[in-house]
């Protein structure tokens, strides 16, 4: 009688308590929060804020902390070391990397990924030995500025290029791409740093673990996917209306003008905003030519400021 039930009516036993609870979870919050919408992660890319994307999980499955290059603190460079596997990296475009005179780091390229990395580099009038997150912040925002000469910077370093391709998402879905279409698409100047999450056991971040630690920092996090499906729809630059509201706090880009923001190849010609000089390291990497760089001694010596948000400051992993 209950088979023939069953088959009359879509008859099915009883579900146990647990399964019951665990279909009721997302309704309930009581998983992790959702992918955050493009326009959200890109108003906070735009604030100079951390922005977390997720690879596909038939590719490599993690997922990488990203954030414009010319307005990064030391705060966040050692936020970023903290929780990934302090490899460093910076993407950027290949007229602009052999501009600094840097070089793919080999003829052959065997990378399961084709992730194009370039010799690591320092910028070498603005740190020490170059390690510390003071002193890759200073690297990468001297990247920022195409007034640098190729002299000024170390082959090798501590901070790792990577030569996007000029399709972006479109042409290669990785992270470098993910990275390098943030900066275009919210006007920054094409210079991106993104760093792969590590749990301290060593193991990579992945799905699960990547939305638990967005909730917990309040980092919007999205998929390569997503901006894949944006790009189409929008091109390389976000519609303005998207970043209406969005201030010139600290760690907002302080030279963001119209003029400037289309050409995505600027130098920082305009000065920090007093948050931003807050927040940078002593040295910084738009001077005047009569400025002096401090001493070795004075690196060495320096207190780096705290960020209310990401904490204090930790040397590196490498």
Known sequence: LKSFYAEQHSFAPPRSASSILAGLRPS???????WSSMEDALR???????????????????????????????????????HTTGIVCIAADKERLEHFGLHPATGKNT??????????????????????????????????????????????????????????????????????????????IHVGILAE??????????????????????IPIV???????????????????????????????????SSASSSGRRGLSASPTAAQQTLMPTAVMAVEPQTRWPSQREQRDRVEPEHPRYGGILTSKL
């Open 28 to 34: 309930f919050g009581w998983v992790a929060m959702p």
């Open 44 to 82: 906070a890319f735009k604030r100079g804020e951390f922005v977390m994307v997720m690879d596909s999980d038939d590719r490599e499955d993690e997922c990488d902390l990203i954030l414009p290059a010319e307005t990064v603190t030391a705060a966040q460079m050692a936020f970023a070391i903290r």
């Open 111 to 188: 990378d399961a990924n084709a992730t194009n990395f370039y010799v690591s580099t320092d910028f070498l009038p603005g740190t020490c030995t170059g390690v510390s997150a003071g002193d890759r912040a200073v690297t990468a925002r001297a990247l920022c500025d195409l007034s640098n000469s190729a002299e000024a910077f170390s082959k090798p370093g501590h901070l790792f290029p990577l030569c996007a391709r000029v399709g972006g998402v479109l042409e290669r879905p990785g992270h470098t791409e993910s990275t390098f279409d943030f900066c275009r698409l919210t006007g920054m």
């Open 197 to 218: 999450l590590m749990h301290d056991d060593g193991t990579m971040y992945r799905r699960d673990d990547s939305l638990e630690f967005a909730e917990k920092h309040k």
């Open 223 to 257: 998929t390569v996917q997503q901006i894949i499906d944006y790009r189409r729809e929008h091109g390389l630059l976000a519609p303005s209306e998207v970043f209406d509201g969005v201030g010139q706090g600290a760690g907002t880009s302080a030279s963001s003008s």
